[in-house]
């Protein structure tokens, strides 16, 4: 099966709103949720039950565009957009109703900004598996970033009914980014919390959970969880540190907060969160 190293939440962990910073989660980072079995998720039962597909069950034509869709997500991955999207074609030639193969065309369009194209490639990809949970959850992302919230909303419930085919911890990290983004702070945080809980190792998630925190005035809670990022020095990084700085600013803990100014000033001296700091500019 495919290892879909190209998913996305679409989520740098952190950049500016909530995943990112928390408004800007990074179209490019790779959200790692699991493989789906893609179109043909499903098999008639007697009865008219859905059944799981397994590998036994895939078709040699399903085999064979799955071995071709490899070659352009590793095109994909490198950026190299164009080729990976001439790959898709050739895998939509073999199997025109392979989901994760449609999915793929609609991030790359997505990339090449042809947001019609992208929207047409999610909607067929949906149709051709509505249980596909990557899909739904990319689809989800992408209508966020379009500032398409409710149906975003929408798509990010129905991605977490599929938990075979997609990580319900990284599916509610996107989702409650999106309510941030969307503006809905207090059915954010609860579902950050979730996140969160779930998967208590994701950095992205403890970190926007802490920026909503420090939005609702919830300082104490959100220096907890931005200690959890900066407390691991291969997780810091100039978002994390300036959040935990402004935190400390705002709770007046000085000797804390000159602590994460000097890891931020030596760490990443080109960084805007440094300038940023140097002006002050703690209630941005």
Same mark, same amino acid.
């Given at each position: 099966? $495919?290892a879909?190293?190209?998913?996305?939440?679409?989520?740098?962990?952190?950049?500016?709103p909530?995943? $990112?910073?928390?408004?800007?989660?990074?179209?490019?980072?790779?959200?790692?949720?699991?493989?789906?079995?893609?179109?043909?998720?499903? *098999?008639?039962? !007697?009865?008219?039950?859905?059944?799981?597909?397994?590998?036994?069950? /895939?078709s040699?034509? &399903?085999?064979?565009? !799955?071995?071709r869709?490899?070659?352009?997500?590793a095109?994909?991955? &490198?950026?190299?957009?164009?080729?990976?999207l001439? /790959?898709?074609?050739?895998?939509?030639?073999?199997?025109?109703?392979?989901?994760d193969?449609?999915?793929?065309?609609?991030?790359?369009?997505?990339?090449?900004?042809?947001?019609? #194209?992208?929207?047409?490639?999610?909607?067929?990809?949906?149709?051709?598996?509505?249980?596909?949970?990557?899909?739904?959850?990319?689809?989800g992302?992408?209508?966020? =970033?379009k500032?398409? +919230?409710?149906?975003?909303?929408?798509?990010?419930?129905?991605?977490?009914?599929?938990s075979?085919?997609?990580?319900?911890?990284?599916?509610? #990290?996107? =989702?409650?980014?999106?309510? %941030?983004?969307?503006?809905?702070?207090?059915?954010?945080?609860?579902?950050?919390l979730?996140? +969160?809980?779930?998967?208590?190792?994701?950095?992205?998630?403890?970190?926007? $959970?802490?920026?909503? #925190?420090?939005?609702?005035g919830?300082?104490? &809670?959100?220096?907890? +969880?931005?200690?959890?990022?900066n407390?691991?020095?291969?997780?810091? %990084?100039? /978002?994390?540190?300036?959040?935990?700085?402004?935190? /400390?600013?705002?709770?007046? %803990?000085?000797?804390?907060?000159?602590?994460?100014?000097?890891?931020? =000033?030596? *760490?990443?001296?080109?960084? *805007?969160?440094?300038?940023?700091?140097?002006?002050? =500019?703690?209630d941005?």
């Amino acid at each position: 099966m $495919l290892a879909k190293n190209w998913k996305r939440i679409g989520c740098h962990w952190m950049a500016v709103p909530v995943l $990112l910073s928390l408004t800007s989660i990074s179209s490019a980072q790779n959200f790692g949720s699991p493989d789906s079995s893609s179109s043909g998720n499903t *098999r008639s039962l !007697r009865g008219g039950q859905q059944d799981i597909t397994t590998a036994s069950d /895939e078709s040699d034509v &399903r085999r064979r565009a !799955r071995i071709r869709l490899e070659l352009a997500s590793a095109y994909f991955s &490198r950026g190299d957009l164009r080729t990976a999207l001439d /790959e898709v074609k050739q895998v939509l030639n073999i199997d025109g109703d392979f989901s994760d193969a449609l999915e793929l065309r609609a991030l790359i369009y997505d990339a090449l900004n042809e947001p019609g #194209l992208a929207d047409e490639s999610f909607k067929k990809a949906i149709q051709a598996d509505p249980r596909n949970g990557s899909v739904l959850h990319n689809h989800g992302w992408y209508l966020c =970033r379009k500032q398409q +919230y409710g149906r975003a909303d929408e798509q990010f419930a129905k991605a977490l009914q599929q938990s075979l085919s997609v990580s319900p911890a990284k599916t509610l #990290l996107a =989702r409650g980014v999106c309510q %941030n983004m969307a503006g809905q702070v207090e059915a954010a945080s609860k579902t950050l919390l979730r996140s +969160y809980e779930l998967d208590p190792s994701n950095p992205a998630a403890a970190f926007n $959970l802490a920026r909503v #925190l420090m939005i609702q005035g919830d300082l104490q &809670r959100a220096r907890f +969880y931005i200690r959890r990022v900066n407390g691991v020095p291969e997780q810091a %990084n100039p /978002e994390s540190l300036w959040l935990g700085i402004r935190i /400390e600013q705002k709770l007046g %803990n000085m000797a804390e907060r000159d602590e994460l100014a000097a890891s931020l =000033r030596s *760490r990443f001296p080109s960084a *805007r969160e440094v300038t940023a700091l140097e002006l002050g =500019r703690f209630d941005e």
